[in-house]
Structures are given as C-alpha cells and as structure tokens.
C-alpha cells in the first residue's frame, strides 16, 4: 500500500495518471449539475414561508459546505507535507486554496443575495458570516504567505503551518449556530438530524453537493498537472513533454 502511495505521488506518475482520471471527475460533474439544478428550480416544490427565494440554498448550502471541506483538504495535505516531505501534498494544497476561496465567496454572496428578503439587510455580523469572512480571509492568507518566499519549500512549509492553525476555524463555523444566538438557521443536514422535510428538495441539495464535490476534484487535477510542470520544469521527463509540444 505505502509503495502504491509513494509510486502515485511522484509528479511524473501522478501527472500521467492525473490526465487520465480528469474526465472522471468533469463529465459526473455537468450530469450531476444539471440534473440538480433541475431538481432544484423545477421539481422541489415552493417553500412555504420563503416562497420561490429558497432555491439560492441549492447553491449556497454546497458553496459552504465545499468552503470548509477544500479547507480541511488543505490542511491535511499541507500537515502531510510537512510530516512526510511529500512534493505533491505541497502541490495539492496549493492549487485547492484558490478554489476553496472561490467557493468560500460564492457561499458568501449566495448567502447575502438569500439574506436580503429574508433579514431585510445583506449583511449582519452574525457569528455564523463573520466565521464564514475569517475563512475567506484565511484562504487569502495562505496564497498570500505561500508567494511572500522565493524559496518554493520554504513558502510550502511556511503556509502549510498557517494552514494547519486555521483548522480551529472549521468547528467554530459549524457549531456557530449552536453556541451564540444567531439570525442564521441550523444546519440542513447533520449525522443526527435531517432539517429539511421535502424529499425533493433534500434530494436537490445532495445533488449539487456531489456535483460541486466533482468539480473540485477536476479542478484540483487540472490545476495539479499545471502546478507540477512548473515545480519540475527542470526535471528530463517535464523538458520531453515541452519538446514535444513544440515539434
């Protein structure tokens, strides 16, 4: 198992292995999108409180959830980094964190856009946003370090570090609607409870969950294989591949 590890993060093998997975990730995540969003604007009926506003929730609810889950990615992969002094991990977290804060900013206007009719204002310094804005910031923070070094490695360690701190951030957003008096509803979806009644509407929001789930895992691939011809850009087998793009 451990040689089958360390065989697939070699960039060399995850960059030929990479290229033929991408598709796995990208074709499920244009069905899945497609047929959620269906399911969420069409079949999923009105609510009855929110009226037709409610159906942002199919895009904020996963936005967020994939805000916290890129996050935790990197963390890991930035820990795993520093532990085991894998290349690639380092590579992995670096290209998720764009991607993490691009979903961390979609659950935020998502969630302003969705605020608006039902608190009348677009934005209150509720525990729930304001953990959610820390986040973001966090995300922005760790670009920022891994770019502030001109040693690669010492810019990899440094922002691995900064990310493995703000992991203390994840629960205080998840259980921030438990611990304060906040205007943010629940959660949707929870180990214990379920707090959506409508099956379509459940089914909708598990839809565009997995398909966001893909999205990132395409993107992940996409920018990984780019990330890694630049880190290798000196290595033999990198020098054949723009050889042969230039014949």
């Known amino acids: 198992m451990w040689k089958w590890i360390q065989a697939f993060a070699s960039p060399k093998n995850f960059y030929q292995i990479s290229q033929q997975i991408t598709p796995w990730f990208l074709y499920p995540f244009i069905v899945l999108a497609l047929v959620g969003l269906y399911w969420g604007l069409i079949v999923a009926p009105i609510d009855y409180q929110q009226g037709e506003s409610y159906r942002i929730m199919f895009i904020h609810v996963p936005a967020a959830w994939m805000s916290m889950f890129i996050y935790l990615v990197l963390a890991i992969s930035g820990g795993i980094g520093l532990i085991l002094q894998i290349k ?24 302003a856009v969705w605020g608006k009719p039902m608190w009348g204002t677009w934005w209150v310094w509720d525990a729930r946003l304001t953990s959610e804005l820390i986040l973001l910031f966090l995300y922005l923070a760790y670009m920022s370090l891994n770019n502030a070094f001109d040693n690669p490695k010492t810019a990899s360690k440094a922002s691995s570090v900064l990310a493995i701190v703000g992991l203390v ?51 992940m691939l996409m920018r990984a294989r780019d990330e890694i011809l630049v880190t290798e850009q000196n290595s033999s087998w990198v020098k054949k591949i723009i050889m042969k793009y230039k014949q």
Not at 91 to 109: H, M, N, Q, Y
């Open 169 to 219: 951030n994840l629960p205080i957003i998840h259980y921030s609607v438990k611990w304060w008096n906040t205007l943010h509803q629940g959660a949707s979806v929870s180990v214990n409870k379920v707090a959506i009644q409508d099956t379509n509407m459940l089914i909708a929001l598990l839809l565009m969950s997995m398909a966001f789930k893909f999205l990132y895992g395409a993107l």
């Open 88 to 111: 690639l991990a380092y590579v992995v977290a670096k290209v998720s964190a764009p991607i993490g804060a691009a979903f961390t900013f979609l659950a935020l206007v998502t969630g």
